[in-house]
């Protein structure tokens, strides 16, 4: 079974500024199936990539997403007031990580 | 435009059963694996169950296994979860979402979720 581990829990940034969250796999997994989503108060998660490094639909492209094997990234370029919320990453729809909360600083 | 649509939450004591439904429009859901998600209060998602396109293999979670049934009508466009021998543990919001081939069977559109209670 394999675990997905996100870093940091929570991260703390102001609007403008660079976020980079961290997903690590337990064993080496096909990137075609690591995406990442996002959720906010109250909202059904929304998925902003899939693939590993693919935008879904009508995803802005300050969100990419990197990494192969075990150790996944997803980068937010230059943070806007609507991107504060929690991120999930996820393997083959069925295996979440714990999330991390992307807090306004 | 792909929509997801659960019903069927509520309050039910320990014990009880329950059967969530997820109505599905605007894509071919014959086409599609689909998924039960869930999120107890302030905590994350978990995965909870899956079944593939046309209902002749699922999957659960240990911690439903053999309590929880998925099934599928695709002549309904509709997603089944029965819930059995329901636990305080089970309360959460449960979200149907679809997953394909195309987006690497990433969960990429979810329901609004129902809200399950399990308490005396």
């Known amino acids: 079974e394999i675990v997905l581990t996100q870093s940091p829990g929570t991260l703390s940034l102001s609007p403008g500024e660079r976020a980079t969250l961290s997903c690590r796999a337990s064993?080496?997994?096909?990137?075609?199936?690591l995406a990442w989503c996002q959720q906010k108060p109250g909202q059904a998660p929304r998925l902003l990539i899939y693939?590993?490094?693919n935008r879904a639909t009508g995803i802005p492209d300050r969100f990419s997403g990197g990494g192969s094997g075990t150790d996944f990234t997803l980068t937010i370029s230059r943070l806007e007031p609507e991107d504060f919320a929690v991120y999930y990453c996820?393997?083959?729809?069925?295996?979440f990580g714990q999330g991390t909360k992307l807090e306004i600083k | 435009e792909a929509q997801l649509v659960e019903s069927g939450g509520g309050l039910v004591q320990p014990g009880g059963s329950l059967r969530l439904s997820c109505a599905a429009s605007g894509f071919t859901f014959s086409t599609y694996w689909m998924h039960w998600v869930r999120q107890a209060p302030g905590k994350g998602l978990v995965w909870v169950s899956r079944?593939?396109?046309?209902?002749?293999?699922?999957t659960y979670a240990d911690s439903v296994k053999g309590r929880f049934t998925i099934s599928r009508d695709n002549a309904k466009n509709t997603l089944y979860l029965q819930m059995n021998s329901l636990r305080a543990e089970d309360t959460a919001v449960y979200y149907c979402?679809?997953?394909?081939?195309?987006?690497?069977?990433?969960?990429?559109?979810w329901g609004q979720g129902t809200m399950v209670t399990v308490s005396s």
């Open positions: 079944i593939n396109s046309d209902g002749s293999g699922t």
């Open positions: 996820q393997h083959y729809g069925s295996t």
């Open positions: 064993q080496s997994v096909t990137s075609s199936y």
């Open positions: 693939g590993a490094s």
């Open positions: 979402a679809r997953a394909g081939l195309a987006m690497g069977w990433a969960a990429d559109i």
